[in-house]
């Protein structure tokens, strides 16, 4: 469990937790440009001495593929290069995240925050959302989020562990539960509440939704999430996998994004009783959502989960109960009142996929925008915007928009750029078995 906030914790504090639980290792993580969790595995008494100043990596490590390669010949890599030498950045744990590790002895784990020359760094995932979240406060708004996450289970050849679709299924489900429950075990000691745990539309494919936090927070959770599953599943023996689409006939993987805002004090649901309210928010993430689209499907493989009738939105459209529509809008819950975003794939940065949603519905209720019609049945067959079809098309919006350079500034809008132009290209250059396997022979 993690101890008590930054706020209220001395550096003996910290010592204190360390000793008392016989640390001897901290791991110091943060998300990468692609939300993967980065970062190093320190001595306690090292740990101790750098807590405050914090511990140098790379700048690279915010511009690199998700392999690790380094690309400087694109535009958008002016930040930082071999000509200017990757210079280093510094990572501050968060001590409000300092946590045990369940499944290792004698090991804690925390989050950092990234500076740049004594300021926050603003290539910085963890930082854009942050900054986003200040920004919705200053209004007055307290955001809290949730996360539903969907990942196949893989065995030790790459291919489902069970075969056969049984969504929702008990018995099906009993057969993962050794797996299951030690990750929802260790999610709950390291501080991370879920809601359920269920099989999912695809063999072998499971959901797991988190409850929902504050947005940061739970973009934390979200990161640290993916790191239990993978971890757990190697101790058995098996794979875990995020990628949007692994398999041609089988679902895809998602992300679903439930957004609520509130009173300062959480006392009070906003959504809750005023549902013009709840529209222009819902009205913005629509004005938004094919500028912002790349932020939720950031690889080329995600593309291909947006099919029709599979449960993955296609266009621009939202409603009410409607699992076919982009944003689905639960606004007679209460204090459970949401918008849910539907257009993520599992393998996008959960800090970034929150900023984007979060900053245009607020955007949204600054302008008084309106969503239109709700779409009460199939929003497969209505005549809508319909969102990008390939990673290329997305960065176009996404480099286009004069709405993502004001909020997230664009120096990262190139530097995101840049990453996403990479891999198109790098897709581009691919030769697959698809096409050895049609043209080899016959051409």
Not at 5 to 19: I, K, N, T, W
Not at 33 to 59: C, E, Q
Not at 276 to 296: D, K, T
Request: proline content about 5%; charged content about 25%.
């Amino acid at each position: 469990m993690a101890v008590e906030s930054v706020g209220q914790m001395s550096h003996e504090r910290v010592a204190q937790f360390l000793r008392e639980h016989d640390v001897r290792t901290v791991e110091i993580g943060f998300p990468d440009t692609h939300g993967i969790l980065r970062g190093k595995r320190v001595a306690t008494p090292y740990f101790l001495d750098k807590v405050r100043s914090g511990f140098a990596f790379a700048k690279a490590v915010l511009v690199w593929d998700l392999q690790c390669g380094v690309f400087p010949e694109y535009p958008g890599q002016e930040w930082t290069n071999f000509d200017n030498g990757y210079g280093d950045l510094m990572a501050v744990p968060d001590l409000s995240t300092l946590r045990l590790v369940p499944w290792r002895e004698r090991t804690a784990m925390v989050l950092c925050d990234l500076f740049e020359d004594g300021a926050p760094c603003q290539m910085s995932s963890r930082s854009i959302l942050r900054r986003v979240v200040q920004e919705a406060e200053d209004l007055g708004y307290a955001v809290d989020t949730a996360a539903e996450l969907e990942f196949y289970v893989l065995d030790e050849y790459r291919r489902p562990y069970r075969d056969g679709l049984q969504t929702y299924s008990l018995n099906r489900g009993a057969d993962l539960e050794p797996v299951l429950e030690e990750i929802r075990i260790s999610l709950e000691d390291m501080g991370i509440l879920i809601e359920a745990c269920n099989m999912e539309h695809g063999p072998a494919q499971v959901e797991i939704n988190l409850r929902h936090a504050p947005a940061l927070q739970s973009a934390d959770n979200a990161l640290l999430f993916k790191y239990v599953v993978k971890e757990v599943c190697k101790k058995h023996g098996l794979m875990a996998s995020f990628m949007p689409k692994p398999f041609a006939d089988a679902s895809g993987n998602g992300l679903h994004l439930h957004q609520s805002l509130w009173d300062p004090d959480r006392r009070q649901n906003l959504f809750s009783g005023d549902e013009e309210f709840a529209r222009q928010y819902i009205g913005g993430l629509l004005a938004s959502m094919r500028e912002f689209y790349v932020l939720g499907a950031p690889s080329v493989n995600a593309y291909k989960r947006r099919r029709t009738y599979t449960f993955a939105p296609t266009n621009v459209t939202w409603g009410g109960n409607n699992r076919t529509v982009a944003v689905r809008a639960l606004l007679s819950g209460g204090y459970g009142s949401r918008v849910e975003q539907r257009c993520g794939s599992a393998d996008a940065n959960p800090y970034l996929f929150a900023a984007a949603n979060l900053a245009a519905g607020v955007q949204g209720i600054k302008q008084g925008l309106q969503p239109g019609d709700p779409t009460p049945g199939d929003a497969y067959a209505v005549k809508a915007q319909e969102l990008p079809f390939s990673l290329g098309e997305a960065l176009d919006l996404f480099v286009a928009s004069p709405a993502a350079h004001t909020i997230f500034g664009t120096p990262f809008v190139n530097l995101f750029a840049s990453i996403g132009r990479h891999e198109v290209d790098l897709w581009n250059a691919a030769i697959t078995d698809w096409e050895r396997d049609r043209y080899l022979e016959w051409a």
